[in-house]
Nanobody, 120 residues
Framework: QVQLAESGGGSVQAGGSLRLSCRAS?????IAWFRQVPGSEREGVAS????????SYDDSVKGRFTISRDNANFTVYLQMNNLKPEDSAMYYCGGGSDCKGAALRTAHSWGQGTQVTVSS
């Protein structure tokens, strides 16, 4: 059963912006955005506690990405500005009981992913 679903990915030029959405069908205490390129581990980008709104970011995206949540609509967003080619990856949202930095201690659910491609 898919509990989380990402959308909003696409292809943009460097310096452009995208807003990703993660829509949930159930509650998670923490939602985090991850990204993964082929041959590499899935790494946390940003996390947010759903109730408090407290957020954390990986150093590579600080000042460029913003995570937010709309609890009434069961949606977490990742606003990505000033995109760089190195941001290109498959982006996933995951849900868990506790955030750990920009990631999750343990994920209990994952979305299917949405592709982000940034060209020079």
């Amino acid at each position: 059963q898919v509990q989380l679903a990402e959308s909003g990915g696409g292809s943009v030029q460097a310096g452009g912006s995208l807003r990703l959405s993660c829509r949930a069908s159930g509650y998670s205490n923490c939602i985090a955005w991850f990204r993964q390129v082929p041959g590499s581990e899935r790494e946390g980008v940003a996390s947010i506690y759903i109730f408090s709104g407290v957020a954390s970011y990986d150093d590579s995206v600080k000042g460029r990405f913003t995570i937010s949540r709309d609890n009434a609509n069961f949606t977490v967003y990742l606003q990505m500005n000033n995109l760089k080619p190195e941001d290109s990856a498959m982006y996933y949202c995951g849900g868990g009981s506790d955030c750990k930095g920009a990631a999750l201690r343990t994920a209990h659910s994952w979305g299917q992913g949405t592709q982000v491609t940034v060209s020079s």
